[in-house]
């Protein structure tokens, strides 16, 4: 009988499943929350007992001719920890549901992931989440002793990222350099040495590039008078240099194919936006180069704007210099952590143990 890990990506509004092979996807779908109970529910604990039933109802009838080997669920917002899988235990969950380290639907994961496993004794995992932190000491000095740099990026993907080019070069990761630059909604730009993120920007808010979304680095006067201005709660602020920044702010749109058809047909305000887009992109991935001491064996470009070759050919003109460019587009997520329950069910990566602070 076949063997399969389950895979389960909660959202705000939906929670995506998928039900892996080693080699392949069986079934995956969106599961839209809109209109149900859950969508009037504000907190994480009162959604979970709905999440779990919905999920089962759905994927219970994949599991026809196949055996369930462990559930992967996304990692949420936890304390900074080193990269790997998981076991998902109590401090986990505690530290995940009380949004303790932040508040995101992801924080679900890994108690959706326990609930289920649990039904059919299988271990529970969650694979590289958002907090992974691999920082050099440093990476995490900000200028200000209040303030220390944190690592917050798309790790899920730019660590998958890592392996796949690795293999593709024939190489171990500890033998290799990269800067990989996830150009999604929000944008991560990370040094990866030896299999390790040694510096990024924090991709969630207030560093690194602009994006579709997020306003990345702002001029410290500016934004201080932003915030003392009396117009914008922190909330709002949050807000609005976190999903309304960026090409939404100045454009009115997040969808870089609308830019560029704008661009096509002359719109001159959103060819110059786009290119400075592209030219911070730039620049931060100049900056990584550096952090490599300019010993780079690729610049990794993924992410759903990989898919343009508008933004992969502008970043090869201002950065191919410095390493030959490779493409991995998309977000990939399901297929990451189906990889890394595979993995860890296999005894290819150790499995980590959370413990809390």
């Not at 705000?12 to 080699?23: A, D, E, M, N, V």
């Not at 919905?54 to 055996?67: G, S």
């Not at 050099?136 to 690592?151: H, N, T």
């Not at 690729?298 to 992410?303: E, K, N």
Request: one cysteine or more.
């Amino acid at each position: 009988m076949p063997e399969v890990v389950l895979i389960i990506n909660p959202g705000s509004t939906s929670t995506k499943i998928g039900l892996y092979t080693r080699q392949e996807p069986l079934q995956v779908k969106n599961i839209d929350h809109a209109g149900t109970p859950i969508s009037q529910m504000p907190s994480i604990i009162e959604q979970l007992p709905l999440r779990i039933a919905i999920i089962n109802q759905t994927f219970k009838p994949w599991l026809e001719a196949h055996r369930l080997v462990a559930v992967v669920g996304r990692g949420g917002l936890l304390k900074p920890i080193p990269g790997g899988v998981y076991r998902v235990n109590a401090a986990m969950m505690a530290d995940a549901t009380s949004c303790k380290y932040g508040s995101h639907a992801s924080n679900m994961g890994a108690s959706i992931a326990d609930g289920i496993a649990g039904e059919y004794h299988v271990p529970a995992f969650v694979v590289n989440p958002v907090t992974v932190d691999e920082f050099i000491p440093e990476a995490r000095i900000s200028g200000i002793p209040e303030i220390q740099r944190r690592s917050r990026l798309h790790a899920l993907n730019v660590k998958a990222c890592i392996r796949k080019e690795a293999e593709r070069l024939g190489k171990s990761l500890q033998e290799v350099n990269f800067v990989v630059a996830h150009l999604g909604g929000g944008i991560t730009v990370a040094a990866v040495r030896g299999g390790n993120i040694i510096d990024c920007n924090d991709a969630l808010l207030g560093m690194g590039p602009f994006s579709p979304e997020r306003a990345g680095a702002l001029p410290t006067e500016g934004l201080l008078k932003m915030a003392f201005s009396g117009k914008f709660s922190m909330k709002e602020l949050c807000t609005k240099l976190s999903k309304q920044g960026g090409l939404m702010a100045y454009l009115g749109t997040n969808d870089v194919r609308e830019v560029l058809r704008r661009i096509a047909a002359g719109d001159e305000q959103a060819h110059l936006i786009f290119k400075a887009m592209i030219y911070q992109i730039a620049k931060e991935i100049g900056a990584m180069a550096t952090v490599l001491e300019g010993r780079c064996d690729r610049i990794i470009i993924t992410g759903g704007l990989a898919h343009s070759h508008e933004v992969v050919s502008m970043l090869t003109e201002r950065v191919g210099y410095i390493a030959p460019l490779a493409v991995w587009p998309g977000e990939n997520e399901l297929e990451s952590m189906a990889e890394g329950g595979f993995r860890a069910i296999d005894g290819q990566e150790p499995i980590l143990e959370y413990i809390a602070e």
